[in-house]
Structure formats: C-alpha cells, structure tokens
C-alpha cells in the first residue's frame, strides 16, 4: 500500500476532514453521490494497489481501469437487505468477537464504542462498524504472500516515507503475530485471503449469496449446524488450505536449502522401527551386541539425530538380554517380569510409530523435494520427540536393570524404592512406584506367609528373616551357653535384607509375629490354632497403602502374642512353674525346707560319697508328705528332684545337695539352661546359709538345755568360756537370721512382686517376659550377695581378679565356713564339759567309793592321768573358740564395711539391720589392711602411692 | 459558519481517532487515510459489506500483482 496518493492531500491532519468539505445531503442528487463514491474508488485504488516500479504508465493505467472496474461491478451487485442496519447489531458482533479473543481489548471496544455514539457526525455508524467487522483480522496487506520471496523495495519512494511505512508495518505485523496467537478463530478469514483467485471467486461467491447472517461466522465453534451444511467446502477447504500452508511453508523454505541424503531419510524412516525394536536393518545394522553402525554417508545432523535414536535401541536391546537373562530368586523374576512390561508398552509405542511412519511414507509424493517427506508429517526429528519420554523411562529401567545384578531380596526393593521416594524428577519417581507395585509382590507373599502362617517360605533366602545356620562348632557353644533354644536361635532377621520400605521397627514387629507363629506351630504344638488364624485374618498384602498395612500387622502382632501368652499361661503353667521354682528352689516354702533339712540331716553329714540317690529321694517324697507342699499340684511336684552335684573328694554331702526343678520344652525358652544355673546358684548359697542356721540352732538348743544339766560347773573359767561363747553363737544366729530374713524378703519377695507386675501386665509379650525373667534372675544374684562385688572394667589383672574373687560371695562362704568350724568347736567344748561332767561324777563316785572302802589303792592313779589329760584340752578349745570368734568378727565388721558403701538401699539396709546397736565397728580401715595385704585395686593402690608420696 | 465547521471538523477527527483505534484492535489494517475513504463511501450510501470485498478484493490484487512481478523479476 505504499503508493503516493493521487488525490491532493498535504498532512495527515487534514485527512479524515475531506469528505466533510462536502457534507451529505439529503437532497444531494443520484449524480452527485455516484461521482463522489468513483472518486472515493479512485482513490482508494490508487492508495491500495500499488504501481509495479517498472511498469509503464499505460499498463498501469489498464490496471487501474480493471481494478476500477471490478470494484463497480461489486459495489453495484445487489446488496443484501437482509442486513440490519441497526449500530446495535454490529457492534455485538465485534463484541461478542473480542469477548472471546480478548477480553480487556472487549472492555476497551465498548468505552470506544459509547465515545464514537456520542459523536454527531456520522450518519452511518453501523454500517462503518460493521465494515470494521468485516475487516477484522485480515492479514496485514504490508506482509508477503508466504511462499514468495520478499517483495522488492520500491526504491522510487522517498526513504523518510518507506521508513516511516517499515516502522507502521513492523507493528502492524507484532499485533498481528499476537492475535494470531490468541485468535484461532480468526484463521479462517485470514487463511482464505491468499487463496488462488479461482477459490477466492468463489468464496465472493459465496460470500454474496442472500442469507444475511451467516456471512459473519466469528469463528468455527460457533458455526451452527445449519451453517455447516450451507458452507461445507469454504469451512473445511479453509482448513486444509491453512495446515497446507503451514507445512508447505516449512517445506519450502526446508526444500530450497535441503541436500540430498544417501541412504534417503524415507529410508532410514523406513528401518528405523527395526531400529527401535533391537534388530538389524540395511541401512541401520547393528555390528555388534550394543553397537550400532550408522552409514557414514550422512550429514552430522541427521547423524546426530540418529544417535539420539539409537539410544533407546540399545537400551531395549540391553533390557531384553536382561530380561531373558536367568533370575536368581523370586524378587530377581518379578524385576524382570515388571521391566518387561514396560518394555511392552515401549513396544506397542514402536508400533504406533511404525504406523505412522507407513502411512506417511505410504503417501509420500516422490517428486517433491527431500522426498516430500516434510509435507508427510513423520520425520526423524518428529521421531525423536516422540520417542523421548520413552527414552526416559528405559535409561531408567536399564539403571536398575544394572544395579540389580549384584542385588539380592530386599536390596532390591530398597534400590527402587530410592528412586520412587528419593529421586526429585516427578516422573521418575512415578515410574519407579509402578514398578515397585509388580516387583513387590512375591515380597508380600512371603511376607503373608510369615505373619499368617508363620513358615518362612523363602527359596532364594530373600526376605529379611532367615533360617539360622551355624556352623556345627558354633551350635555346640551356644548349646553350652544355654543360647539354645527353639524361642532364640530359630530365626533372626538379617538387616541387609530390610527393604527401605519397612521400618527397623516394624520389621522387628515381623518378625516376632512370624516368630511366634512358628513357635505355636512347632514347639506349642498348636498348629490347629495357627491354621483356623490363617484362615480367619490372612490378608492380600500388597505395596501401596503402608497405613493400612500398618495397622493389619499390629493386629497380627497382638493375636498372636495374646495367643502366645495365654498358650503359655494355660496350657504349659508357665506362671505355676515359676511360682513352684520360687517355692523349692529359693526356699519360699519355709515348712517344706525345714522338713527336707531335718529329715536329711543326719544323712547330708556322711561323706559325699555315701549318697544315694534313693534315700535322698525318699527324705524329698518324704518332706513333701508332710509338709504344704502335698497340696501343690502333681504337674508342680513331677518336677522335683534331689540329687546330687559332682562329687569332690572330701565333701561331705552338704556340699553337693541340690534340689532340681526340670522343666520341658516350651517352658524352657523363658527358664532358659543359663536360668536354671543361676536357681542353683541361688539355692546352693541359700542352702548354706539354711545350715548353718539349722546347726546354729540345733548347737544353741543343745547349750541352753545341757546348761541346766551337764554344763553346770563349778571352775570360773569354764564358766566364762561357757559363757563368751553363747555371747558369740547369739551373735552368729543373729547374724543368720538377719541375712535370711535379707535373701527371702528384701530381695527375693520384692524382685518377684516385680516380676508379677512384669509378666501379668497387659499385652505382655513372649519376649518382654523373657527380659522380665532374666531381669528378676539377675536382681537375685545381685541383690543377694551373689554377684561380683566391683564391675569388671578395670583392666583384669592376678591383683584385680584376687579382688574379684573377694566379693561377697566368697566373703559369706568364708563367713559361713568359719560358724561351721565355730559350731563344731562349741560341739567339742560341749563334748569335753559333758565328759568332764561325767569324769567329775565318776571321780565323786569313786571318791564316794573309797571313802566307803577306805582303800586308797590306784584308783586315784588310775584316774588322774585321764583327767589331766582333759582337763589339757580345754585351753585348746578356749583358744580355738576365741580365735574362731574373732575371726567371725573380723569378716563380719569387713563386710559391715563393705556394705556401708553399697550404692544398693537394700544392701546398705542389711549392714544396718545387722549392726543395729552398734555393736561392730564396720572396718573402714579395711582398705589399707586389703592393700598393704597385697590386694586392692588400682584405685586403692594409686591412692596408697599418694599417701606414700604425701 | 467557521465555529460550526471547525466544531464538526473537531468532531470528525474524534471520529476518525475512535474509529481507527477500533480498527486497531479489530486488526483490519486500515490506515488513517484509507479509513477516511471508507468511512467517505459509507457516508455516501455505499454498502458497507460489498465494501469490504472491495478493500479485500483489491489487497488480494496487490498481493496477486507482486506476486506475478517477483516471478518475472528473479
């Protein structure tokens, strides 16, 4: 349109006010009106179509006249009356246009709409709207036809103007570009503007039928279905000749700079769903196992596009090896299975490529430049982004597909569920929960069978319980350390194998049930019980809902270890038996001890060697019988038996007692073998100290009745030996009495009612009963003077073990030993008051007598030496009595002084309970003594050297 | 009447701002002038349809006429 005007017109200014130097009239004549409208014509002609720079002046001018014409005749042709000249009407259309494209331009359109009413100069308002309407959208004049090169330049022009002209242009075409964009529905107008001329007759044709409204369709979507019907060929030809136009644009300007390619790009989009799939084609082959040979005779583009291509060969080519490639295990199978589906899917996308490459090359037109290729629509470019996605998702497969190799089980599930949880590419993580969905499933099947049905299905050793398996030396130690048990060493979970998609917490929780299960099944023998649960509660298990899960385990978990316990509890008296070990194997049953301690008596002080088996037997059936123990039930008193320990020489049978308590299988897994040992240990010690009050008392029984009798004496000092050593049986019995009443009731009671709060809470576990057991074992020993006295961290030297062994332990046994020898010594100075009672009687007898003979022969003789003789041995029992006695009271104040310092109450309660008066002084300066002695520790050592130092 | 005139001139330069701004946004790719003839022909009593034929018809002319020059030219 850049064509100087013919018409006078200096500025733009002066411009829209022309055809107001003439106003209408309404009288004007027909004449009048038809030259102005020709002169409007001519130069709206003259300003549209420009003259051809190098065209004469006379073809110029036919130009003109044609066009002229042309405008005339169109201008004449019978309008359509259907058209409403209502402003209203057009100005609707071009909003409702706008509404739909743009709507803050509608906003605009009516404000401008409103200022162009209020205005009184125009009469014809609609009719200039509605030819703005008509107008709207169509494309930029300025703009090239799109096929033809640029249009030359007029250089004829004057440069301001085409500057000015360039600028308006440029603009022009930015707002056109932009509602291009927006504006779908204007294509259609636009699109038919380029046309050939024939077609574009044809639509001025159409466009020209009566029919008012039809003839402002705004866009497609709004066409009714009356228009459709009316217009079929202008709506879709319109169509095709857009999408024609699109391509063949590219393909032109593609065909003008394209070269020829050997082999053709038809060809290698002909081989190239082979390619895709893993196998050999002509053009593509594959040289090798993940080679592929590309032809060297392309260009880099092409060859870089067909690299990006090859990638996902390959990749399928590995994955189907992996695929075919033997698993080894369930877990292994199911990754295969889940990556070839997928490959599946990849396959099903190859063949919709495959189609669409056939159809395409199917109406390739040979003739066109590059093959015609770019007006078919499938190119390798086009490949390549359609197989993008997928080449995503097989660098991820063939990923895993690596990773796997050298992964078993649970680290298989861990490594997917990495990616699906810990990978930040939504996509990926997506495609690894898909997979992580099938690759679980034989997990959960194992898993169901191990909760349900407690039985480790698990061929390939993949889930995280396994079978133990030591070694045969192994067995045999852990047999020895009491470890053993079908409770202990059935199963244990392998923490590699925990796949990250179940807690440690949870699968400890697994575990336990599976455990317990197993456990019901095999040792309990309730395998009824466990199949009717199976049946009842077996649930599908699979990968997704973890909550759900969750919550069905922590059932399971409960059931079973109610079962457990009740099984325990009812049918195996798990709480009656350890009640019966508290009752005989820690002296709970008072009357029942002391029945068994008198009755065998006699029996225990023979040698250790003139035990037998049976008359121990009958003295335990015996103190049964006649004590409350009758009326425990037979399961409880099957249970006990007394035998003997393994004889040593020189001990007598006190050393090697025991009472036993058996108890079978089930049971044994909380009253383990290492549980057994310390009751022995406990009753053994227990036992001793029973004795030496059974002797102490029968010793003390024997003193208060003989001093009415035979130990009536006249010599003062036996009388004071008589009476110092009453003083110090009196202190032994107390001494007894308080570490008795210390064992059975401090310690002992107060550990069981632990122990029974433990066990009887609810929801207790087999295992928390177990802890519970082993802890109220543990507070026995410990409590009772049995355990060590200093914790062993010190380093373990001759000097630290010296000390060790001087626990208290070993200080009561020296306590114990030393009130037997006491007692035994009482027995001799009781023996030698009794026979110097009857020596004292026999000599007042013969004295009777020779006083009644009058014959003082050898009698005297004979009797005074044999007095003499005994009367010798008093000094030595004296001696040993006093030595025995402090010696008792040494230890004791050592021990008083140990348990001062007890961190235990309880313990440093006892040295209380025993010093109540004050009577001892608790041997502080033991300490010095033990280390200047050649014992003491390093502590007591350092602390020696400073005061050395010092 | 130079007030009068004047006045209406005013009036009709408001009407041909507004117009082309509407134009504008209608992207009929009329320039000032061209839509001065326009409005001039409908004013006139000229079928504002058959109008905008005219004005397509007569691009598509141009275009047609460049288009068979750039042939002949290269």
């Known amino acids: ?950 | 009447m130079p007030d009068e005139r004047s006045e209406k001139q005013a009036a009709a330069q408001q009407a041909v701002d507004i117009l082309h701004e509407i134009s504008t946004i209608l992207n009929c790719h009329l320039d000032r002038r061209m839509l001065s003839i326009c409005i001039s022909m409908i004013e006139n009593g000229v079928n504002p349809e058959a109008l905008a034929t005219v004005v397509k018809e007569l691009r598509a002319e141009t275009q047609n006429g460049l288009a068979e020059a750039a042939p002949r030219r290269r």
Not at chain 1, 66 to 85: D, H, Q, R, W
Not at chain 1, 170 to 188: F, I, M, P, W
């Open chain 1, 1 to 950: 349109m850049t064509k100087k005007s013919k018409t006078p017109c200096s500025t733009t200014l002066f411009e829209p006010c022309w055809w107001l130097c003439e106003p209408i009239y309404e009288d004007a004549t027909m004449t009048d009106r038809s030259t102005r409208i020709s002169n409007a014509i001519d130069s709206l002609i003259t300003h549209i179509v420009p003259t051809a720079p190098n065209e004469d002046e006379a073809s110029a001018q036919a130009r003109h006249n044609n066009c002229f014409e042309l405008v005339k005749n169109i201008l004449e042709s019978p309008g359509s009356p259907s058209i409403a000249s209502d402003v209203n009407h057009a100005s609707d259309l071009i909003k409702r246009k706008l509404i739909q494209t743009n709507p803050s331009q509608a906003l605009r359109f009516s404000n401008l709409y409103t200022r162009l009413l209020s205005l009184p100069v125009l009469n014809q308002k609609w009719a200039i709207l509605y030819l703005l309407y008509q107008l709207s959208d169509s494309p930029d004049p300025n703009e090239p036809q799109p096929i033809s090169p640029a249009r030359p330049s007029p250089s004829s022009h004057s440069v301001a103007r085409e500057a000015a002209q360039r600028q308006q242009g440029k603009e022009r075409a930015e707002r056109h570009d932009r509602t291009e964009r927006l504006d779908r529905s204007g294509r259609q107008s636009k699109a038919s503007t380029p046309a050939p001329s024939s077609q574009q007759d044809e639509v001025i044709k159409d466009a020209f039928a009566p029919g008012g409204l039809r003839r402002f369709p705004p866009d497609n979507a709004r066409q009714g279905p009356e228009e459709e019907k009316a217009s079929p060929s202008q709506s879709s030809g319109t169509e095709i000749r857009k999408d024609a136009r699109n391509v063949s644009l590219k393909s032109t300007l593609l065909a003008v700079n394209s070269v020829e390619i050997e082999p053709p790009e038809s060809a290698l989009l002909r081989d190239l769903p082979f390619t895709l799939q893993g196998l050999s084609s002509t053009t593509l082959p594959f040289s090798k196992e993940n080679t592929l040979k590309l032809p060297p005779t392309l260009p880099p583009p092409i060859i870089s596009l067909l690299h990006t291509l090859a990638e996902p060969s390959l990749l399928y080519r590995g994955l189907s090896d992996f695929v075919k490639s033997p698993a080894g295990g369930l877990l292994g199978q199911s990754i295969r299975s889940a990556i070839n589906t997928e490959l599946r899917s990849y396959l099903s996308l190859v063949a919709t490529l495959e189609a669409q490459i056939r159809r395409a090359l199917s109406s390739l037109d040979e003739s066109a430049p590059r093959g015609g290729i770019g007006k078919a629509g499938v190119t390798l470019k086009r490949c390549v982004v359609w197989t993008r996605e997928a080449t995503m998702g097989l660098r991820l497969l063939s990923l895993i597909a690596e990773e796997s190799k050298n992964k078993r089980g649970g680290q298989l599930i861990s490594l997917i569920h990495g990616f699906s949880t810990a990978h930040g590419d939504p996509i990926v993580a997506a495609f690894a929960e898909r997979l992580l969905a099938h690759v679980t499933r034989p997990f959960y099947e194992i898993l169901r069978r191990w909760i349900y049905d407690g039985e480790l299905q698990d061929p390939f050793l993949e889930f995280f319980v396994k079978e133990q398996r030591p070694s045969e030396d192994d067995r045999k130690d852990m047999k020895a350390k009491g470890l053993m048990s079908s409770w202990n060493s059935k199963y244990e979970v392998d923490d590699a194998m925990v796949p990250s998609i179940i807690t440690a917490d949870f699968a400890q929780k697994v575990f336990l049930i599976g455990k317990s299960l197993n456990f019901i099944r095999h040792s309990c023998n309730d395998s009824a019980w466990v199949e009717a649960y199976s049946k009842t509660s077996s649930k599908e298990l699979r990968y997704g809902d973890t909550a759900t899960l969750e919550s069905w385990i922590d059932e399971a978990y409960k059931t079973t270890m109610a079962r457990l316990m009740s099984l325990m509890d009812t049918k195996f008296h798990l709480f009656d038996h350890l009640q019966a070990m508290k009752n005989y194997i820690l002296l709970g049953q008072g009357d029942f001890i002391a029945l068994l301690m008198e009755s065998l008596a006699g029996n225990l002080d023979r040698p250790a060697g003139a035990q037998y088996r049976h008359t121990l037997t009958a003295q335990l059936e015996h103190a049964i019988r006649g004590s409350n123990a009758q009326y425990d039930s037979p399961e409880v008193l099957r249970r006990l038996d007394a035998r003997m320990l393994q004889l040593s020489h020189g001990d007598i049978g006190w050393d090697c007692f025991t009472l036993e308590y058996k108890v079978d299988s089930p049971v044994d897994v909380v009253i383990t073998e290492w549980g057994n040992r310390q009751y022995l240990k406990v009753f053994n010690f227990l036992w001793r100290i029973k004795r030496v009050e059974f002797a102490l008392s029968q010793t003390w029984r024997k003193c208060m009745t003989g001093a009415r009798g035979v130990l009536q004496s006249t010599d003062p000092t036996v009388l004071q030996t008589w009476k110092s050593t009453r003083g110090t049986l009196a202190e032994m019995v107390h001494f007894v009495g308080q570490l008795q009443y210390y064992i059975l009731f401090e310690v002992i009671e107060s550990s069981w009612s632990e122990l029974q709060r433990n066990i009887r809470r609810e929801g207790c576990t087999l295992d928390e009963l177990l802890q519970a057991h082993t802890a109220y074992l543990q507070a026995i020993t410990q409590k009772g003077l049995l355990g060590a006295r200093r914790k062993q961290h010190s380093p373990s030297t001759d000097l630290d073990n010296a000390e060790d062994r001087n626990s208290y332990m070993v200080q009561l046994g020296e306590l114990l030993r030393t009130m037997l020898a006491y007692r035994d010594s009482v027995d001799g100075l009781y023996s030698w008051s009794v026979s110097d009672f009857t020596a004292r009687q026999e000599a007042d007898a013969a004295e009777l007598l020779r006083h009644h003979n009058r014959s003082p022969d050898g009698g005297g003789d004979l009797h005074d030496p044999f007095a003499k003789q005994v009367k010798s041995e008093l000094p030595a029992l004296q001696e040993r009595l006093r030595l025995l006695g402090s010696n008792f009271r040494t230890r004791l104040q050592i021990l008083l002084g140990d348990l001062a310092y007890q961190p235990d109450v309880d313990m440093r309660f006892l040295g209380v309970a025993m010093n109540f008066n004050d009577v001892y002084q608790p041997a502080v300066k033991r300490r010095n003594k033990a280390a200047t002695a050649g014992g003491g520790t390093a502590g007591e050592k350092g602390s020696e050297k400073g005061k050395e130092k010092g």
